[in-house]
């Protein structure tokens, strides 16, 4: 047993490292979580080498073996050594060369070429755009973040939410500010942190720049069909300090004075930056902690509950066919014989998926003869649209929410290309949806409207479902 103490007490590391990580993973900011990697990178290295040292002497097989673990260990510690000293190193090299003027012009150049492709492309679009490069290239001087500025505006022109440029291009060097935010109706406020006494706070400013400012300005950098989408997308747009530099060349992307009003006090906080790849991994992680819009990023699950005489069918993706071919009829069998009156169909997280996939579940419904409701919100968006707009041509339904991300005709099946020089990545829609041509609106106005304040977020209070309650006289 003893002779086996050590290399069960590195595999012990391991596995408390691989069960911090689990434990913290939705908070992977503080020292359990910083510990977990620690102890999981150091029991691995260490275990491979342990192998590596008891099995040279040992059998041929194990010197061939001993020798690929300790290739192994050496290759783990110079990636760990190198990420952490600068993780961008560790990224292609195309993202991080300096670049020329000469070879932003070129791309941007690139990139008009490609917007006359977009369905939307016209003379007088043409030369909206040319003349945002055209700008640039009479500048003494081009950095990134102006380069960046111009291709956002570029894509922005067409007022196509399918076609954008995404805050975090610059990945390289792209820092964020270590939160999440919403923006309420009435405010924007810190809905989560690695600081967790800031949650709760109201913004005030970014160094010293109102926050009504920062969410006016960046309106021409954010590919949206409407003012809804914007308000979306400021979530991914205003704690990347990419943009404010964008919109103030003076900032700086290491920290930021942040000033908020919290428990009716303000204060100023100094926040240091965090690099995308840490703000994204914990921006997307899975979290219980169920609020009613724009949350809960990776969940793509449709589900369907019954309550009653309530069926509430959650969708948040128009996934396959079979998928949804299969809830159609999990409809109509709840229906037929039950004593259900009601369907709530929530697609306030549905930001599209495939618009050729619920034509079985659109049928099932225009046979399903029940009082039907839908739940909206800004973030509803592309073929969750299209699918709103094809069961309006089949049957009448009550819509309680925000304004949507789009209206019922909009562009879509967007194709990603890259920059040749500085390979940032970029989406163009490549056609016009338009499902019910007369309706010239760029969004779909609810019923009912909705005013989501930071008051229902912070108590869990779900506005939608209690318009639903006051309107129908039904329980949840």
């Not at 921006?283 to 724009?294: A, C």
């Not at 306030?348 to 579940?361: P, Q, W």
């Not at 304040?453 to 006289?473: G, L, M, R, V």
Request: net charge neutral; aromatic share 12%; hydrophobic share 40%.
């Amino acid at each position: 047993m003893k002779n086996y103490l050590t290399g069960i007490s590195l595999v012990v590391c391991v596995i408390l490292g691989i069960i911090g990580f689990l434990l913290t993973k939705k908070m992977p900011f503080g020292i359990v979580f910083n510990l977990s990697i620690i102890f999981f990178i150091t029991g691995l290295l260490s275990f491979l080498s342990y192998l590596t040292y008891k099995w040279y002497r040992k059998s041929l097989f194990k010197k061939i073996l001993a020798r690929l673990f300790g290739l192994l260990t050496i290759l783990i510690a110079v990636v760990v050594i190198v990420g952490s000293i600068d993780v961008r190193l560790l990224l292609p090299n195309i993202a991080s060369q300096i670049l020329t003027k000469e070879k932003w012009i070129e791309d941007l150049e690139f990139l008009d070429e490609a917007l006359q492709k977009h369905p939307a492309y016209n003379d007088s679009l043409g030369e909206i755009v040319s003349n945002f490069r055209f700008q640039i290239e009479k500048s003494k001087a081009l950095d990134d973040y102006q380069a960046m500025r111009t291709a956002m505006k570029m894509l922005s022109t067409f007022k196509d939410g399918h076609s954008n440029v995404m805050p975090f291009q610059l990945y390289l060097k792209t820092r964020y500010l270590p939160i999440q935010i919403y923006e309420f109706e009435d405010g924007v406020y810190i809905t989560a942190s690695k600081h967790k006494d800031l949650i709760g706070g109201k913004i005030i400013s970014i160094n010293n720049h109102r926050i009504e400012d920062l969410l006016e300005g960046i309106i021409p950098l954010v590919g949206a069909d409407n003012s809804s989408y914007t308000r979306y997308q400021s979530a991914m747009y205003i704690p990347n300090l990419d943009i404010l530099k964008i919109l103030d060349s003076a900032s700086s992307t290491e920290e930021a004075d942040i000033r908020i009003v919290l428990n009716g006090k303000e204060q100023t906080e100094t926040l240091a930056s965090v690099s995308m790849q840490r703000w994204l991994f914990w921006s997307l992680t899975p979290n219980d902690d169920w609020r009613p819009v724009g949350h809960n990023i990776r969940s793509k699950n449709n589900v369907i509950k019954e309550n009653d005489t309530l069926l509430y069918f959650t969708f948040n993706q128009t996934g396959t066919e079979e998928l949804l071919t299969d809830i159609g009829n999990n409809l109509r069998n709840e229906v037929y014989g039950n004593k259900i009156k009601y369907l709530i169909i929530d697609m306030r997280n549905n930001t599209g998926g495939d618009n050729t996939s619920y034509n079985e579940l659109i049928k099932a419904l225009t046979e399903i003869n029940i009082d039907l409701t839908l739940f909206t919100s800004r973030k509803t968006f592309s073929a969750g649209i299209n699918f709103i707009s094809e069961l309006k041509l089949k049957r009448n339904f009550r819509i309680i929410g925000e304004y949507t991300g789009a209206g019922h005709n909009h562009y879509g099946d967007a194709q990603t290309i890259f920059l040749p020089h500085t390979g940032l990545m970029l989406s163009i829609s490549t056609r016009e949806w338009a499902f019910i041509p007369e309706i010239k609106e760029n969004t779909i106005e609810p019923d009912q409207l909705i005013s989501y304040k930071s008051s229902d977020y912070f108590i869990h209070a779900d506005p939608w479902k209690k318009a639903f309650q006051n309107t129908s006289n039904q329980g949840n």
